[in-house]
């Protein structure tokens, strides 16, 4: 199967989504930040401390083009499909949704997280800040849009509908 990617801001249910909608269409869903933990043998947090965010970017940048056929999902951590190229790497290998959950709710849900070093660094005014910055980037590097306001599990259903339909209409194509 070609792979799905989704993005969009820390908290939007990424993750969380990922896992439900694998299961739904039997596959399997790598969560690329537990992905990175893993080579790195340390956790976000001391990636982000010991070896600074370039580096820890530069892991997602090479973990994302690692998996551009997996052959499932991919649950991208919140900073990985900003840059053109990681955008251009993920929307030309298969279909990439962004969760467009609103940043209230994303807050709410990452605020003091010890586990994501931004979050946990930042002020809420900085963080509406990056999430203002980012949101066009998710939406330009992206298929699909999915509404975040809603349990996981619709959203997982919604991106299965979304994803049959993708690979009929490029089935439809050849
Ligand atoms: N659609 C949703 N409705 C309610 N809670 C959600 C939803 N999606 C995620 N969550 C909760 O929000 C938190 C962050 O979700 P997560 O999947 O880790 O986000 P991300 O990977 O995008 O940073 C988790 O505690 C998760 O249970
Ligand atoms: O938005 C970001 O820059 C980050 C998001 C995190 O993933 P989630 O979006 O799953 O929290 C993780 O990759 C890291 O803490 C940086
Ligand atoms: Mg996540």
Do not use: W
Request: net charge negative; charged share 30%.
């Amino acid at each position: 199967m070609i792979p799905i990617f989704l993005c969009g801001f820390m908290g939007c249910g990424k993750s969380t989504v990922g896992r439900i909608a694998a299961k739904r269409l039997k596959c399997q869903c790598i969560d690329l930040d537990d992905y990175i933990e893993e080579q790195e043998g340390m956790s976000i947090p001391v990636i982000f401390e010991q070896k600074g965010e370039p580096y820890f970017r530069e892991k997602e940048t090479q973990a994302l083009a690692a998996f551009r056929d997996i052959g499932g999902i991919v649950a991208t951590g919140g900073g990985a499909l900003l840059s053109d190229l990681n955008g251009e790497t993920a929307k030309n290998a298969g279909m990439v949704v962004f969760i467009d959950t609103d940043f209230d709710t994303c807050y709410d849900r990452i605020k003091d997280d010890p586990h994501r070093p931004i979050a946990a660094s930042s002020t809420r005014e900085q963080l509406k800040a990056r999430f203002d910055d980012r949101h066009p980037k998710y939406q330009a590097h992206s298929h699909f849009t999915i509404a975040g306001g809603y349990p996981p599990l619709v959203i997982a259903v919604k991106i299965e509908r979304l994803y049959r339909k993708f690979i009929k209409d490029m089935e439809g194509q050849h």
